[in-house]
């Protein structure tokens, strides 16, 4: 079974950094576009940032100049470093990837999920 496992949620201040971590795990052959979204409450969910095997990136224009998103293609991980945070950031953030399984089936995944709270 393919999964993505997801870290470094939590609380700090505006201002304050975090970095979000998410690993694939499973029987994969490989991985396309690995990207993160988030939702806030009462709102629906958005992309934050993307990132191609090649390494090319795109960003929503809320997060530009302040998050990076990276990824590790041999360790089949995705990370999204956020700097400067503010407290519209806050949401819950998902991880997700656009894979192939080792049966060569495509798998749209998703994380379960980690709480970012950005306190004033």
């Known amino acids: 079974q393919v999964q993505l496992v997801e870290s470094g949620g939590g609380l700090v201040q505006a201002g304050d950094s975090l970095r979000l971590s998410c690993a694939a795990s499973g029987s994969i052959f490989s991985i396309n576009v690995m990207g993160w979204y988030r939702q806030a409450p009462g709102k629906q969910r958005e992309l934050v940032a993307r990132?191609?095997?090649?390494?090319?990136?795109n960003y929503a224009d809320s997060v530009k100049g302040r998050f990076t998103i990276s990824r590790d293609n041999a360790k089949n991980t995705v990370y999204l470093q956020m700097n400067s945070l503010k407290p519209e950031d806050t949401a819950v953030y998902y991880c997700n990837a656009d894979a192939w399984d080792s049966s060569h089936r495509y798998l749209e995944l998703w994380g379960q999920g980690t709480l970012v709270t950005v306190s004033t």
């Open positions: 990132i191609s095997s090649g390494g090319s990136t």
